[in-house]
């Protein structure tokens, strides 16, 4: 089986780390209309965990709620807790914008601002405060996004004149300039073609040993090759979350190992 | 064609008379309004012409037509121009932000925005009577530049508010999420992504409004602006008068002489009007560039 290949080829490394994330029976209602229902998993440090489940599961909704994106969404609730370093990130002492200052996002479309490359980068760092060398700043951010070389003669060119692939990884420079603790990606690669996949993909097993990532994505075998943890959901709940190599290959529940083979979704 | 029956050939070709019936029609609107804007033009080139002198820009008022000119009328306008912009400008565009960033949607937002449309739909006259009662009376601001600029600004900020909100409704909402996702605050998103994006379709809006506001007459009558003003404006306490009223009132009197400085009145107020959109323009299109 092809899958479970890929799995053993990319999971050597097995020991746990420690939690960054904590979600404790977590359910996000839409209007009372619950979208996901009291799920309970930890995100371990330095892991890739993927999200995956048919459309309309509740996986971009538990994502976004893992930086409080969801804030400005009309009528959303939180019920549950999410503990990031031992605090509860729906706390009432807790400011959202802080949170998503730690907790970067790469969305779903690359949305670089209609500015120039250097200045997409250096806008996070500039309006919080940073005091270092921004030029440094933006150059280490998009060599950790492996875009440095593509673009370093042109750092004054709009970002909108990159290609899609190129435009995604300037959205994880900009998101990594802030040094995240936590890094969520949303469907990262559904707007990019094979090549520029593979290339989001690369960059994520490079930044895995200083990032903690957590990727939605709708492509099995793209869970399969990048992830450590998965977490299959099905209308909002979690049906079942553990080790990649074990869901892509021994899943525990009924629901997982139809899903995983391509029985339904 | 011989892959189309005959009567489906007969039926596509009526359709492509109706298209082009309608091609034409549209044309034919189109191309009269702006031969009447032409003929309107060619008749107030003609009268207005020959008084359109150095002279005549310069010159105060006066009711020997040969000495007359519209020096306080034009100062007035651009005082005017000027107090009116800083005025409605920061409170029309505010409002516009409060509405389509910060507000919660709810009753009170839905009240406040019905109300703006109705506003904005308002006779001019009602704004000069409302002028007249709280800037002029109430506030004892007198016959001034401030009360005028005041009365205006009421008349635009609907509309710039109006076509503020639909600039910074075109801002794509990846481009606040991608702001607000580097922990940027409400007010760092808007200030640095979303007004910066808006800010070509604001411009229109804008210049729209305040184009408006130097040809409108009404209210400056309410409240009181004097047609014959023979001293230039030195402050916002100033009595004033404007181009619209001053044209207004030679476009009164019965001398021929009076209704051709009318005519040359309007020019200068056409080509206030048009410098001021150029210049808008010429700064919107600067802007848009920048962008892409």
Same mark, same amino acid.
């Given at each position: 089986?092809?899958?479970?290949?890929?799995?053993?080829?990319?999971?050597?490394?097995?020991?746990?780390?420690?939690?960054?994330?904590? @979600?404790?029976?977590? #359910? %996000?209602?839409?209007?009372?209309?619950?979208?996901?229902?009291?799920? *309970?998993?930890?995100?371990?440090?330095?892991?890739?965990?993927?999200?995956?489940?048919?459309?309309?599961?509740?996986? *971009?909704?538990?994502?976004?709620?893992?930086?409080?994106?969801?804030?400005?969404?009309?009528?959303?609730?939180?019920?549950?807790?999410?503990?990031?370093?031992?605090?509860?990130?729906?706390?009432?002492?807790?400011?959202?914008?802080?949170?998503?200052?730690?907790?970067?996002?790469?969305?779903?479309?690359?949305?670089?601002?209609?500015?120039?490359?250097?200045?997409?980068?250096?806008?996070?760092?500039?309006?919080?405060?940073?005091?270092?060398?921004?030029?440094?700043?933006?150059?280490?951010?998009?060599?950790?996004?492996?875009?440095?070389?593509?673009?370093?003669?042109?750092?004054?060119? #709009?970002?909108?004149?990159?290609?899609?692939?190129?435009?995604?990884?300037?959205?994880?420079?900009?998101?990594?300039?802030?040094?995240?603790?936590?890094? @969520?990606?949303?469907?990262?690669?559904?707007? @990019?073609?094979?090549?520029?996949?593979?290339?989001?993909?690369?960059?994520?097993?490079? @930044?895995? #040993?200083?990032?903690?990532? %957590?990727?939605?994505?709708?492509?099995?075998?793209?869970?399969?090759?990048?992830?450590?943890?998965?977490?299959?959901?099905?209308?909002?709940?979690?049906?079942?979350?553990?080790?990649?190599?074990?869901?892509?290959?021994?899943?525990?529940?009924?629901?997982?190992?139809?899903?995983?083979?391509?029985?339904?979704? | 064609?011989? /892959?189309?029956?005959?009567?489906? =050939?007969?039926?596509?070709?009526?359709?492509?008379?109706?298209?082009?019936?309608?091609?034409?029609?549209?044309?034919?609107? $189109?191309?009269?309004?702006? /031969?009447?804007?032409?003929?309107?033009?060619?008749?107030?080139?003609?009268?207005?012409?020959?008084?359109?002198?150095?002279?005549?820009? $310069?010159? /105060?008022?006066?009711?020997?037509?040969?000495?007359?000119?519209?020096?306080?009328?034009?100062?007035? $306008?651009?005082?005017?121009?000027?107090?009116?912009? /800083?005025?409605?400008?920061?409170?029309?565009?505010?409002?516009?932000?409060?509405?389509?960033?910060?507000?919660?949607?709810?009753?009170?937002?839905?009240?406040?925005?019905?109300?703006?449309?109705?506003?904005?739909?308002?006779?001019?006259?009602?704004?000069?009577?409302?002028?007249?009662?709280?800037?002029?009376?109430?506030?004892?601001?007198?016959?001034?530049?401030?009360?005028?600029?005041?009365?205006?600004?009421?008349?635009? !900020?609907?509309?710039?508010?109006?076509?503020?909100?639909?600039?910074?409704?075109? !801002?794509?909402?990846?481009?606040?999420?991608?702001?607000?996702?580097?922990?940027?605050?409400?007010? =760092?998103? $808007?200030?640095?992504?979303?007004?910066?994006?808006?800010?070509?379709?604001?411009?229109?809006?804008?210049?729209?409004?305040?184009?408006?506001?130097?040809?409108?007459?009404?209210?400056?009558?309410?409240?009181?602006?004097?047609?014959?003003?023979?001293?230039?404006?030195?402050?916002?306490?100033?009595?004033?008068?404007?181009?619209?009223? =001053?044209?207004?009132?030679?476009?009164?009197?019965? =001398?021929?002489?009076?209704?051709?400085?009318?005519?040359?009145?309007?020019?200068?107020?056409?080509?206030?009007?048009?410098?001021?959109?150029?210049?808008?323009?010429?700064?919107?299109?600067?802007?848009?560039?920048?962008?892409?």
């Amino acid at each position: 089986m092809a899958l479970a290949e890929l799995v053993d080829a990319t999971t050597e490394k097995k020991q746990t780390t420690e939690a960054v994330l904590e @979600l404790q029976e977590v #359910s %996000v209602l839409y209007s009372g209309k619950p979208a996901v229902k009291k799920v *309970s998993c930890t995100i371990w440090r330095n892991r890739i965990t993927a999200i995956i489940g048919p459309s309309g599961c509740g996986k *971009s909704t538990l994502l976004r709620s893992l930086n409080r994106m969801n804030d400005f969404v009309d009528g959303v609730t939180i019920e549950g807790q999410i503990l990031f370093a031992g605090q509860n990130l729906y706390g009432e002492a807790v400011d959202p914008v802080e949170v998503r200052r730690r907790i970067g996002m790469v969305f779903q479309k690359p949305n670089p601002f209609p500015k120039s490359i250097y200045n997409n980068i250096s806008w996070g760092p500039s309006i919080n405060g940073y005091s270092g060398s921004m030029d440094e700043l933006v150059e280490r951010s998009l060599q950790q996004a492996a875009l440095w070389e593509e673009v370093k003669d042109r750092l004054q060119d #709009s970002a909108l004149n990159l290609s899609g692939g190129q435009q995604q990884r300037l959205c994880i420079a900009r998101a990594l300039a802030m040094e995240p603790q936590v890094l @969520l990606m949303d469907e990262p690669c559904s707007a @990019l073609d094979p090549i520029s996949t593979a290339h989001i993909e690369d960059l994520m097993f490079e @930044l895995q #040993s200083r990032y903690t990532m %957590v990727i939605v994505t709708h492509n099995m075998q793209q869970a399969a090759r990048v992830s450590d943890y998965t977490a299959f959901m099905e209308m909002g709940n979690l049906i079942e979350f553990g080790e990649t190599d074990q869901i892509f290959t021994r899943p525990e529940k009924k629901r997982t190992e139809e899903y995983v083979t391509g029985r339904f979704g | 064609m011989a /892959f189309l029956t005959e009567n489906a =050939q007969k039926h596509l070709a009526n359709r492509h008379r109706k298209s082009r019936l309608f091609a034409l029609l549209c044309a034919i609107v $189109t191309w009269s309004s702006v /031969f009447l804007l032409g003929v309107l033009l060619v008749r107030i080139t003609l009268d207005g012409i020959g008084w359109l002198n150095w002279n005549f820009l $310069t010159s /105060f008022p006066s009711r020997f037509p040969a000495q007359a000119g519209i020096k306080s009328a034009l100062a007035g $306008t651009l005082w005017l121009i000027v107090m009116i912009a /800083f005025i409605s400008i920061p409170v029309g565009v505010s409002a516009a932000l409060y509405l389509e960033e910060f507000s919660k949607r709810g009753r009170l937002a839905t009240l406040i925005e019905v109300n703006i449309a109705n506003l904005s739909g308002v006779p001019s006259i009602v704004y000069g009577i409302l002028g007249l009662a709280i800037f002029v009376r109430f506030f004892g601001l007198e016959r001034s530049l401030i009360s005028g600029a005041l009365t205006m600004s009421l008349l635009i !900020v609907p509309v710039i508010i109006i076509a503020s909100r639909e600039a910074i409704k075109t !801002v794509p909402m990846s481009i606040r999420y991608a702001a607000l996702s580097l922990g940027a605050t409400r007010w =760092q998103t $808007t200030w640095s992504h979303v007004l910066p994006s808006a800010f070509p379709g604001i411009m229109t809006g804008v210049i729209l409004a305040l184009s408006r506001a130097i040809g409108e007459t009404a209210p400056l009558i309410l409240i009181g602006a004097a047609s014959y003003v023979a001293f230039l404006p030195k402050g916002p306490m100033d009595s004033f008068t404007a181009l619209p009223i =001053q044209i207004y009132g030679w476009a009164s009197r019965p =001398q021929a002489e009076f209704s051709e400085l009318a005519a040359a009145g309007i020019l200068v107020l056409l080509a206030v009007l048009l410098l001021m959109n150029a210049t808008a323009i010429f700064i919107r299109n600067k802007t848009e560039k920048r962008l892409k």
